[in-house]
C-alpha cells in the first residue's frame, strides 16, 4: 500500500552519473507489480505466452534490469516473506477489492469497452508464488542476487542500507524508512519515463534521504513511525479517521510522545501492536551479496520457455556482455 506521507518529505533529482557504480536493495514486489501493471496490451490483458502464462514480469526485468546495469547500477533483489499477522486486514481488503475489480472487468468485457478494461485489470493484479519463483530464477541468470526476506522486504532493504551493504534503497513507496533506510530512490528508470494510467508521464530519479527527513519535519525516527500510524500503514488500514498527513504531522509535533498523540486522536485500533511490528520485524543478518556475470544458457532456457523472440534473446545477451574488460571485474 505504502504510508500516505509522501507529500510531506523533501526530494531530490539525482542524476544517473552520481548513481553509477553504487549499490541498491530493491523491494522486488514493488518493482514486480510495477511491471505486472504497466506491462499489458491496450484491453489491460498481460503479456502471456501461448501457453496462457503471465510473461509481463519476464518482459520487465530482461528489458529495464539490464538497461540499469548498462548503466553500471548494481541492484539486489529483496523478496517478501511471510507477512505479519497485523497484514491480515489489509489483505482482506485488498481481496475485496481485486474481487470488485474483477467483475468491473468482466462487464467491461462483455461491453467491449476497452478503456474500462485495462482500467480495472490493474486493480486484479496478484503477485503469484509461480511470479515470483521465475523472477528469482530469472534475477540469479542475470548475476544478481536474490535475498528472501522472513517477512517484510522493506525492513530487510532498509538493514542492508542502514548497514552499508548497498547505498540505498529502491521503492516507489517509502515505507523503507519506518526501518530507518538511510536514503531512498525513487523513479530509477534509464528511460526517464514512467506509464501511468496508459499515459508515460516524464521522471526523474529522485532521492530522499532520512536525515533530511527528521530534520524538516523537526521530528525524530519513533515520531516518524506514529506519524504514519495516524495517517494508515499496512497494519492499520484508513489510520485515523479524518488524519491526514498534515494534520498528523502537527500532532506529532505538539505531541511528541506516543501516548500523548493517541491520547488525544480517537483511534480504532491498538497503535501499540501496530508500533511493535515496525519494531520487531524479523530479518535476516547472514546474507550474502554477490554478483556474478550472467549465466547466458539459463537467461536462453527461461525466455525460450515463454516464447520469447530469439532476437530478443541474442539482443539481450549482447546488451549484459561487458563492453572491455573480461574478467568477472568487468560485469560490474
Known sequence: MGIAITELLPKKEISFERL???????????????FLSSIRQK???PLMD???????HLMGLSTRVPNLMQQNIKLAFVFDGKPPEMKFEESQIRKKRKKVAQEKYEKAKQEKDIDS??????QTIKLTKDIQEESKEFIKALGLPVIQAPSEAEAQVAFLAEQGDVWASISQDTDTFLYQTPRLIRNLTVSNRR??????IKVEPEIIELKDILTSLKINQDQLIALSILVGTDYNPGGVHR???KTALKLVQQYKSFEKIFANVEAEFNWKKVYATFKNMPIIKNYQLNWKAPDFDKIDKILTKHDFSQDRIEKLKEKLKPKKQKSLDGWF
Do not use: E, H, W
Open 20 to 34: 553509477k557504480g553504487k549499490k541498491f536493495a530493491v523491494d522486488a514486489s514493488n518493482v514486480l507489480y510495477q
Open 43 to 45: 484491453d489491460g490483458t
Open 50 to 56: 501461448y501457453k496462457g502464462n503471465i510473461t509481463s
Open 117 to 122: 478494461m485495462s482500467k480495472y485489470s490493474r
Open 195 to 200: 506509464r501511468i494510467r496508459g499515459t508515460y
Open 243 to 245: 488524519v491526514g498527513p
